[in-house]
């Protein structure tokens, strides 16, 4: 059993639409949790970090974390075209600076 | 002031031959990793290291030899390179009491 799960997609959603990712981890004791961008055949970019139970908002960018059930989501709202790539959860479960990383869920933002 | 770059950008070599993938980071970094990600696998941990001269074993090490004698540095070293080492590899870091990593360009190494 993967430690970090993703549905690997693709998710489509219409420009202007709000998407919503989901990721589940397996450890209880993790800490720390990161999202990811990757484009095709770019390198992955941070774009949230979340710590504490609840929302954190950065422009059209929400991370919402619910440790009791295990499970963090990102939520990008008014979609766009540009925001079509591949989003990747990663957790850190207080390994020192390692994170485990899902397999990532392709997003297509259509016009 | 580039943050974190990585040499080549694209390799072709031959089985069994010796590779090495370099990795640069002007931010004084503690914490340095190595990856590759191969399509259904994702982002595999290769190896990593804590501070110079602190290197430790990821998911999939096998076939890979690191070395970090500066902060700043941190090599991959394909001793033999196998045809199973095709991937792009990426290189990290992140520095003491923050968890977020960032990443390299990435090297895109084909083994024939």
């Known amino acids: 059993q993967k430690e970090v799960e993703q549905n690997s997609g693709p998710l489509s959603v219409p420009e202007g639409a709000i998407a919503s990712l989901n990721c589940t981890y397996s450890?209880?004791?993790?800490?720390?949790f990161f999202w990811y961008r990757q484009y095709s055949g770019k390198s992955p970019e941070l774009i949230m970090f979340i710590y504490s139970n609840g929302d954190k908002e950065d422009g059209r960018f929400t991370a919402q974390l619910n440790k009791a059930s295990q499970y963090v989501s990102l939520l990008i709202r008014d979609s766009q075209p540009s925001d079509s790539a591949t989003y990747l959860c990663?957790?850190?479960?207080?390994?020192?600076?390692?994170?485990?990383f899902g397999g990532g869920t392709r997003l297509m933002v259509k016009p | 002031d580039a943050g974190i770059t990585q040499s080549p950008r694209y390799k072709i070599t031959e089985t069994g031959r010796q590779v090495t993938l370099m990795c640069h980071q002007t931010w004084s970094h503690s914490y340095m990793f190595w990856y590759r990600q191969d399509l259904g696998h994702g982002l595999r941990l290769i190896y990593y290291s804590a501070a110079a001269d602190i290197t430790d074993k990821g998911e999939v090490p096998d076939g890979y030899v690191v070395s970090r004698s500066k902060t700043e540095n941190f090599p991959l070293t394909l001793e033999s390179a196998t045809r199973s080492q095709t991937s792009v590899y990426f290189c990290?870091?992140?520095?003491?009491?923050?968890?977020?990593?960032?990443f390299g360009p990435g090297t895109r190494l084909t083994v024939l």
């Open positions: 450890d209880r004791g993790s800490q720390s």
């Open positions: 990663a957790v850190n479960n207080n390994a020192g600076n390692m994170l485990t």
């Open positions: 990290a870091s992140s520095g003491l009491g923050h968890r977020e990593q960032f």
